[in-house]
């Protein structure tokens, strides 16, 4: 009974109040879209959706930067681990979900599809992926893992009418579960040897009294064990698990099928959100329980960065469906945020300015991802896949706007000055330096420069190729392939802002800034 009392004390539903907000939210949003008259507008549940998670956002930086809940705590008989990054984490998926509704509610004006449960689906995944980061349990990291996949192989495949959204939705589930397996099984492993230590020879002190699948115990196994050949093959195996969901090569196959063919702001979100939450686990990871085996672990992290690096950049310069070439260009990205991760490392105690340089180049990466993909949906094509360089040609002239902010993200993410994708990658680079990581600092400088040579391939499509000359006003708006944008809309608002903080963060860090 006093366990039992202890639980309940312990089960601090305070602490989790975003994601529960998000998740009753969904469900609410769920209900209207099913209850729906036939004759009342489609796009209701998208605007209450919208509107509800600018407020949860704007509640929670009110929440973090006023009232500074900011101090380490534990929840739920130490299932949550909570503190300041974890809340820059929320404030991250809060933002990212916000704006994946925004394009959503662009992209599903002009279709059949259902706009209800797709803003269920991105806030359930949203709540699922927030969790899944505060996780300090094996159990919990696992559920929210789960809840989070169930919700992206639904969204994946949500366009039914397309047969490549079906197909890209049957993969991402096939990989999907391959990955959740290798994770399971290297759980089972590391949990077979703590719960029964002394038939495996790894006793330590104080092991009775603790949760043999929670964080804390695991890092005292692995410290006290680092050479157990079946504790080494269950941390391979967790990372070769999450290296699958953040696209890591060689688990990258999945990548370039899955992002041609799901929708665009489910694209958005995979590149985003998800690849987000697998660093993070990653991160804290491999700087808590696993931090026993860091000697084991630096050479085979840098492997796959670098491989990860080369791959992704290589691969991307031979693609011309632009779609496929983003998923790839993200492999490089992935490559670069494993240097972070190993920089971390390196930093035994003191690994605080690493971190924040992930954080600042994820938010940078967020901004240029989804001012990318934004305009990307605006192209008005027979097969929304059908994304050649060709769709882009001379689009400064005719639409400006949409090309400053294409253009803005698609500079931030080869890192060119004065956006914010340089100083994140120059973050990086000096980050990786400090740590000695010199052949993974090779690495990123040479796929940077291979980079910047695709990507400037789309800019040069974008403003250095000559109009077309058309013979009269009516051929050329047959030509234009571009959905026309009110003045004065949510939708534009959205897009122009995210390339002026681009900008602003490319020339002013703020905050970030202090951290450094």
């Not at 994946?100 to 002009?110: E, W």
Request: glycine content about 8%; hydrophobic content about 55%.
């Amino acid at each position: 009974m006093d366990s039992f009392l202890n639980f309940s004390n312990e089960n601090l539903w305070i602490e989790i109040w975003p994601e529960l907000c998000l998740a009753l939210a969904a469900l609410l949003i769920l209900g209207l879209d099913l209850f729906r008259k036939p004759d009342s507008s489609r796009l209701l549940s998208g605007r209450i959706a919208i509107l509800f998670q600018l407020g949860l956002v704007i509640f929670h930086l009110f929440d973090y930067l006023v009232w500074h809940h900011t101090f380490d705590r534990v929840a739920f008989s130490g299932m949550l681990s909570l503190g300041i990054q974890g809340d820059v984490m929320r404030s991250f998926f809060l933002l990212s979900s916000l704006l994946v509704s925004i394009l959503g509610h662009q992209y599903l004006k002009s279709g059949s599809l259902r706009c209800g449960e797709f803003h269920h689906l991105t806030m359930l995944a949203t709540a699922g992926l927030m969790l899944l980061v505060q996780s300090s349990h094996f159990l919990m990291l696992f559920v929210a893992l789960e809840t989070v996949a169930i919700c992206f192989y639904t969204l994946v495949a949500y366009n039914r009418t397309s047969e490549k959204s079906l197909e890209a939705g049957i993969k991402y589930l096939i990989f999907g579960a391959l990955s959740s397996s290798l994770l399971l099984f290297g759980i089972v492993l590391i949990y077979g040897v703590g719960a029964n230590p002394e038939a495996w020879g790894a006793v330590f002190a104080g092991y009775e009294s603790q949760d043999p699948l929670g964080f804390k115990y695991i890092s005292n196994l692995l410290e006290s064990n680092p050479n157990n050949l079946l504790l080494k093959a269950g941390v391979v195996l967790i990372i070769a698990g999450i290296a699958f969901k953040i696209g890591a090569a060689p688990f990258q196959i999945w990548v370039p099928d899955v992002y041609h063919g799901s929708p665009m702001p489910v694209t958005a979100f995979l590149a985003v959100s998800s690849k987000a939450a697998g660093f993070f686990v990653l991160l804290n990871l491999v700087n808590g329980p696993f931090l026993g085996m860091a000697e084991f672990l630096m050479p085979l992290l840098g492997f796959v960065a670098t491989f990860t690096i080369f791959f992704g950049n290589l691969a991307a310069c031979a693609q011309q469906n632009l779609k496929r070439m983003l998923g790839l260009s993200g492999v490089a990205h992935a490559g670069y945020l494993l240097v972070a991760v190993m920089a971390s490392m390196q930093f035994a105690g003191n690994s605080d300015r690493a971190v924040w340089v992930l954080f600042f180049y994820l938010f940078t990466y967020l901004l240029a991802s989804f001012a990318v993909f934004g305009v990307m949906g605006l192209a008005r094509l027979k097969d929304e896949m059908d994304h050649e360089f060709s769709v882009y040609e001379d689009l400064v002239a005719k639409h400006p706007w949409m090309a400053f902010v294409l253009v803005s993200g698609i500079a931030s993410l080869a890192g060119i000055p004065p956006f914010a994708g340089f100083i994140g990658k120059l973050l990086l680079f000096s980050v990786a330096f400090e740590a000695k990581l010199h052949f993974s600092l090779i690495a990123m400088v040479v796929g940077v420069a291979i980079s910047i040579y695709y990507y400037f391939g789309w800019i040069r499509e974008i403003i250095f190729k000559p109009r077309s000359s058309f013979s009269d006003e009516t051929e050329e708006n047959e030509k234009d392939l571009w959905v026309k944008i009110p003045s004065f809309s949510m939708f534009k608002l959205c897009m122009i802002t995210l390339a002026i903080c681009s900008l602003i963060l490319g020339i002013w860090q703020g905050p970030f800034g202090d951290a450094f």
